[in-house]
Every structure is written in structure tokens, then in C-alpha cells.
């Protein structure tokens, strides 16, 4: 059925994308279709230093550049502002500044909710703004500000991946007045990697008016911002980062029980983690007996395939310059390096870590990263010494070409070896209106006890974009050997081959009171064993149309297709058990999501329909609830409801963030988690005090149930408290 549906529905789906292809042509003199020209200008140096108080009454503003011609880039791009905006920008020999006069025909319209730092602000107004400090259109930092003087920060992986868990130490001051509102901001270029030789950055700005869903910008290129978009200051020249050591001791004190076994332990741990650059742009790292105890919980997922899932790092050490290990533009199957693997066992356990040394950045056109870890023992895992070395030399205009190396296996006794090349390509000035990539890359793995030559994985992409239509395509080729383990990296589909393609395409209206764009695409990928050529897995995603209001409200509608081929049983539920065989299903779907720029954002997603050789009715409904400032309140509910012909079950998942900010230094925030596969039900809850950045006190609680429901029959497995302090010293 598949084969005969997969023709019909690529039909209609590029009927839809031509439709949009065409009236997007038709409305081309609104400014889309514009070519890219990277604006450039002259920054002052200065030998003031401001207050950073959020008042913009200091003499340094008054001789800095301003910038004032913004754009729009939603809803129109390269449409006039509604609001006026005015930048300051300078840079002494120590610090780069920016301060910022954000004009508000309504002040009392500005939305300033989010009052935790590091969190997320789409529903706040809001600037943010790029540094491409080596100028590569490849790699950069962004910075995120909102009248609430809250600070979050990231760091480019490359031109479209942005990893929101890079933290970085800088000063924030905002308020809001009767003209709307302004902010200040002073980083240190302590906090940046940079090349001394290059006076010209890469930089741009971008301002959000939330009530209006209305974003602005100072260079951009179709409605986006990112490193490759940017425009050019010019002038940097003689700066420093002292001596660029960064000394950050920790002490930790906690308390762990076991209510099953009743055994308890109290530990009391220094750590200390040690930067220091030895030039602009190359950083060394050291850490010793590493604390993770104030880091995330990760967010609990229930696997009904027979692939292991991913989850994403979040510990500070190993995402410092992590882009510098990004490999073939893989971000999940086939990565090379996933840091998880070291100072977690395959459950999710804390392992300690010894200590680790760090070594990236960038020499030259050179990109260059190194790593060593002494993870200690682990149950019958004995300690192991494991290495990571990464190295990539930018050619071209945007291009690159490297090799990665890993050696070490964190969780068994076996030597492991990994040697992979990759070339990426980039050109986003192919032509006025087109973007084209391309992901090539090799990987060999060398794992002892295993005999064979099929360790290997190797894969291609490409993609291509028109940025007048909104039209894009790609498609990827991937290989994965029977025998490819990559130890220190994630692989959960070896001894296969795919294929996955994809066609997407945006329609922008013009001047419609209600619906601001339409959206529709077509994806499906093709799996397969290798050996036996049999199917392991066919996909499709088929996204036939969603509505963008303007208000970020959204609706839409589609369908995934799936196909199994099980050449072995497989057990779905415990006691369930699907025979091996060739299994096909539709699941048509409806969702709908109000905007998060109201105090109440409800969303629900319904769908239904086969699955294996029985039927699958799934709902997952919730809310956001932000009523002030202070309280954010978010629920996130999942029902599926599964029968089959071996037997019927149902998985249930409930998470809920209880989160409360007393100002912009205090904060509370609160994880629940329940789902009924495992019968656990979980609270993570962190008092954090930060004062500055680079200065934090934590009270973390992890408590662990056994539970028969939501709140019903609960008793205590396990429990943890931890006192936490961290403090930067710099240099």
C-alpha cells in the first residue's frame, strides 16, 4: 500500500509547495527576493568604562557607533520597522560593548516575563545579537537579552545549529521607561575565542516586539539570522584576555539514601575545572575530580522501537568549544564522539571521572580539538583512559575538510579505535537567491575481539534552498557496517543502509488580517539490511498544511506512514511480543498550538490509526501558564492507547515544571516526571543563586518513587540532596 499511497501523496505535496512556489513569485516585489550584500561598518574603540546599569546616561555611548537601520525579516522581509531601534556599539582592550534604546510607541505593551537566567524567551520582547569572531560564516556566539536584564547565550555548531547549553561569563543590565526600553551589555573577550590577526567580525542584531510577532533585524538573508547572515564591523584591533586563566573551584556536600537497600552515603567533594588560553583562539581545559551534581535532569522518553534512544549533553566541561568536534554535519546515528558515553554508564548513572584535559581552537584556518578523560571503575568495567582528537582546515569560501580519531571504550574492558575524514561543504552565495551544502564523510572502526572487515560507515548529503520561494530539498545516503561500534560515539542502526529525502516550502501572506504563512512538506526515508537487501524500516512524514497566524498561533495537519520489517520478534511491552514479519500503518494527525506569547498557551495533537498488526490512539495534550514574571507553570500530558492482537497496554507520561523566580538572581525551578512503562515517578528541584555570571549556589533535590499512578501507592526508592557553590576566577 505504501509504494501505490507514496506517489499520490508526493503529488499532492508538491501540487501544495508549487502553489506556494508560484504565489510567492507572483508577490516578489516585496522586498524577498532581495540578493545578500554583507553590510559593513566602522567600530569605535573606547578607553571609558560604563556602568552597566541599564541607564544609557554614560559618556562611552556618546562616542560609540550607532546603528539604527533595521529591517524587518517577519512578517515582511526587508519591510519597514513598526518600531524604532538604536544600537551602541564599542570595544576596549578588554571588553567588547553594546548598549541598546529600544523605541515602544506602547510601553505598557513590552513583555518582560521571563525572569530566570538562561532560560528561554520566545514570548518576550527581546534583541539578540551574532559574533562571528573569526569571520567564517561557518561558527559564531550569539547573545539573547530581554527588558528583565536576563541573559541567554549560545554557541554555532555550525550555520544551523545553534547549542543553547554553551554558558558563557558576561554583564546584562535592563529597563524598561515611558520611550520603551534599554539595556547594557559588556562582555569580556575573556569569554570569546578569537583571531588576533582579524580585524573584521562577523556581527548583526536582532530585536522581537512579542506583541506583535514582529522581528527585526540589521543584516539578514531570507528571514534568518545566523553566522552566515551577517554583516561586518570593521577596526578590532589590540585586544586581550589578560592572562586567560579562568580558576573555577567547587565544593560539594550531599546526602544519597536507598530506602530499597538502606544504605546511605555522605560525600563531601572539591572539584576544580581550569581554562586557560594559550592564544586568543586556542583554549586549554582541565578538570579534576569533575562534579555533574547541579546539571539537568535529562527528560524521561518511552522507546517503543528496537533503537536505543538520544539524549542530549548538558554538562558544562564537555560543551565548552563544542562545535570543534562537530563531525560530517551528524547529529545523532553515526556520530563519532557523543560525549555521554564518558562519566555515564549505559543506564544513565553518574561514573566518576578523574580527570579530563581539553584542548581546542582554532589556528590559522586550522580547527583543532583534543580530549582526555581517566574515567574511573565502574562495576566490572575496570578505569580507562580514553581520548578524542578532532582537526578540520577551512578551504574554500565556507568549506571544510578534516579527520577525528577516538580510542578508548567506556564501557567494557575492549580496546576501541575510530579513525573517520569528513568534508563539508557550504555555499550560501551560490547564486543571489540559492543556498547548497553538502555532508560527505568516512568513519573505520578497530574493536577488539571482533573479526570482520565491515566496521566501517560512510555517508553523503546535500541540500539546496531558493530563498525567493521558501523551497527547499535535501537528501541524505548513509552506511553503517555490521560491525561499526563506535565506542566513544552513538550508532543505533548498524549493518544498514537508508536513503531520506525531503521537499519543504513556506508561503508568506501578504497583508491577511489573520494568517501570517502556510507551510507544507513531504519526507520519507527508506532502510534496509544490508546483507539481505530486506527492509528494516520505511518512513513518511507528510505535513500537507499548517496555518501561521500572526499572533504565533498554529494549525495544522498531516500524516506519518510507516513500514516494519522485523526479521526477528520483537518485544514491545513486557509479555508483548510482535512476531517477525512485514508490517505497514498511516497515522493521519491534527494539532493545534496557541501562541507562547499568552499567559495561557494550550496545545493538543491527536492522532490514530494502525499499528503493527493492531491500532494505536494517541493524545498528548498540556499547557503553558505564565501569569507574571515570577511563576511559570508548563504541563505536558501523553496518552497512547495501544491494541494488539498478543495483548493491549497503554503508556502514560506526565511531565510538569513548576518554576518560580523570586528577581533575576534567585530562582526555583522544579521537574516532575511520571510514566507508568517503568511505574517511577521522579522530582528534580534546584534552588540556584546567581549572583553574577560565573558565580552560583545550588540546592539540588532528587527524589525517586515507585509509584502505581500519578499520585496513587507511591514509595520512596531513592533520595538525594546536594549543596552546591561554583565561583569563576579570572585572569
Not at 166 to 194: K, Y
Not at 514 to 525: K, M
Not at 603 to 627: A, Q
Request: net charge negative; proline share 4%.
Amino acid at each position: 500500500m505504501l509504494k501505490l499511497e507514496l506517489p499520490l501523496i508526493a503529488a499532492l505535496c508538491l501540487w501544495i509547495l508549487s502553489t506556494i512556489c508560484q504565489a510567492q513569485n507572483d508577490e516578489s516585489g516585496n522586498g524577498s527576493n532581495q540578493s545578500f550584500s554583507r553590510k559593513q561598518i566602522e567600530i569605535a574603540r573606547t578607553t571609558l568604562v560604563p556602568e552597566i546599569d541599564g541607564i544609557l546616561d554614560d559618556e562611552i555611548w556618546r562616542q560609540a557607533t550607532r546603528i539604527s537601520d533595521m529591517h524587518q525579516f517577519l512578517p515582511e522581509d526587508h519591510g519597514e520597522p513598526t518600531e524604532s531601534s538604536l544600537f551602541y556599539i564599542t570595544y576596549s582592550e578588554r571588553y567588547f560593548y553594546l548598549a541598546a534604546r529600544l523605541y515602544d510607541s506602547d510601553p505598557s505593551g513590552i513583555s518582560a516575563r521571563q525572569l530566570i537566567q538562561g532560560q528561554g524567551m520566545p514570548f518576550d520582547d527581546a534583541f539578540e545579537f551574532i559574533l562571528d569572531t573569526f569571520n567564517n560564516g561557518r561558527t559564531g556566539y550569539q547573545f539573547q537579552i530581554n527588558p528583565n536584564g536576563i541573559r541567554r547565550e549560545g554557541v554555532y555548531e555550525n550555520p544551523n545549529s545553534l547549542n543553547r547549553d554553551w554558558t558563557g561569563i558576561w554583564q546584562v543590565e535592563s529597563r524598561i521607561d515611558e520611550e520603551g526600553w534599554t539595556a547594557e551589555v559588556a562582555i569580556p573577550f575573556n569569554t570569546l575565542n578569537f583571531d588576533p590577526d582579524t580585524e573584521d567580525w562577523g556581527f548583526t542584531i536582532g530585536r522581537t516586539i512579542a506583541r506583535k510577532q514582529e522581528e527585526l533585524a540589521w543584516s539578514s538573508f531570507n528571514r534568518q539570522l545566523n553566522p552566515t547572515t551577517t554583516g561586518i564591523i570593521s577596526g578590532i584591533r589590540n585586544i586581550r584576555q589578560g592572562i586567560g586563566l579562568d580558576i573555577i573551584p567547587s565544593m560539594t556536600v550531599g546526602r544519597q539514601e536507598n530506602f530499597n537497600t538502606n544504605v546511605n552515603n555522605n560525600d563531601v567533594d572539591p572539584s576544580l575545572n581550569v581554562f586557560y588560553k594559550f592564544t586568543p583562539n586556542l583554549t586549554g581545559a582541565l578538570t579534576l575530580n569533575t562534579d555533574f551534581s547541579a546539571t539537568e535532569v535529562d527528560n524521561r522518553q518511552v522507546n517503543l522501537t528496537r533503537f536505543s534512544l538520544f539524549f542530549p549533553e548538558k554538562r558544562d566541561f564537555f560543551l565548552q568549544d563544542v562545535d570543534i568536534f562537530s563531525f560530517g554535519g551528524l547529529s545523532q546515528n553515526g556520530i563519532p564522539f557523543y560525549s555521554r558515553r564518558i562519566g555515564l554508564s549505559r543506564s544513565g548513572q553518574p561514573v566518576d571521572i578523574d580527570a579530563g584535559v581539553k584542548l581546542t581552537g582554532r589556528v590559522g584556518r586550522l580547527n583543532v580539538g583534543g580530549l582526555g578523560v581517566r574515567q574511573a571503575d565502574n562495576g566490572a568495567v575496570n578505569g580507562s583512559s580514553l581520548f578524542v582528537g578532532r582537526a578540520a582546515v577551512n578551504v574554500l569560501g565556507e568549506s571544510s575538510i578534516g579527520g577525528i580519531i577516538t580510542h578508548g571504550d567506556p564501557g567494557s574492558n575492549s580496546d576501541n579505535t575510530l579513525v573517520g575524514v569528513d568534508f563539508r561543504y557550504q555555499n550560501t552565495r551560490f547564486s543571489d537567491t540559492h543556498n547548497l551544502r553538502s555532508n560527505n564523510w568516512y568513519q573505520q572502526t578497530d574493536t577488539e575481539g571482533i573479526t570482520g572487515n565491515d566496521e566501517k560507515a560512510w555517508g553523503v548529503g546535500l541540500s539546496y534552498s531558493t530563498q525567493g520561494t521558501g523551497i527547499s530539498v535535501d537528501a541524505n545516503y548513509e552506511y553503517f557496517g555490521e560491525n561499526f561500534k563506535p565506542a566513544l560515539g552513538f550508532a543505533n542502526r548498524q549493518g544498514t543502509d537508508h536513503l531520506v529525502a525531503g521537499i519543504t516550502g513556506r508561503l508568506f501572506l501578504q497583508n491577511h488580517s489573520l494568517i501570517r504563512s502556510l507551510d507544507a512538506s513531504l519526507r520519507a526515508g527508506y532502510f534496509r539490511v544490508k546483507e539481505t537487501g530486506e527492509m528494516q524500516q520505511q518512513l513518511g512524514q507528510y505535513r500537507f498544511l499548517t496555518i501561521n497566524t500572526h499572533q504565533g498561533d498554529q494549525l495544522g495537519i498531516g500524516m506519518s506512514r510507516s513500514r516494519e520489517g522485523l526479521i526477528n520478534a520483537f518485544e514491545i511491552s513486557p509479555g508483548i511480543v510482535i512476531p517477525a514479519g512485514d508490517y505497514g500503518w498511516h497515522n493521519p494527525y491534527v494539532q493545534l498550538n496557541l501562541a507562547e506569547q499568552r499567559d495561557f498557551s494550550p496545545f493538543v495533537r491527536i492522532s490514530g490509526g494502525d499499528f503493527y498488526n493492531g491500532e494505536n490512539k494517541e493524545v498528548r495534550t498540556g499547557f503553558g501558564w505564565r501569569p507574571n514574571a515570577n511563576w511559570f507553570l508548563d504541563v505536558d500530558y501523553r496518552l497512547q492507547d495501544i491494541e494488539l492482537p498478543q495483548g493491549s497496554f497503554d503508556i502514560r507520561q506526565v511531565s510538569m515544571n513548576v518554576n518560580y523566580a523570586f528577581n533575576a538572581k534567585w530562582s526555583w525551578i522544579n521537574l516532575v516526571q511520571y510514566e507508568n512503562r517503568s511505574n517511577t515517578f521522579g522530582l528534580n528541584s534546584r534552588l540556584r543563586w546567581n549572583p553574577q555570571a560565573g558565580e552560583d549556589l545550588y540546592l539540588v533535590i532528587n527524589y525517586n518513587f515507585d509509584s502505581e499512578g500519578v499520585f496513587s501507592r507511591i514509595s520512596s526508592e531513592t533520595a538525594e540532596i546536594v549543596l552546591k557553590y561554583t565561583k569563576t576566577f579570572r585572569f
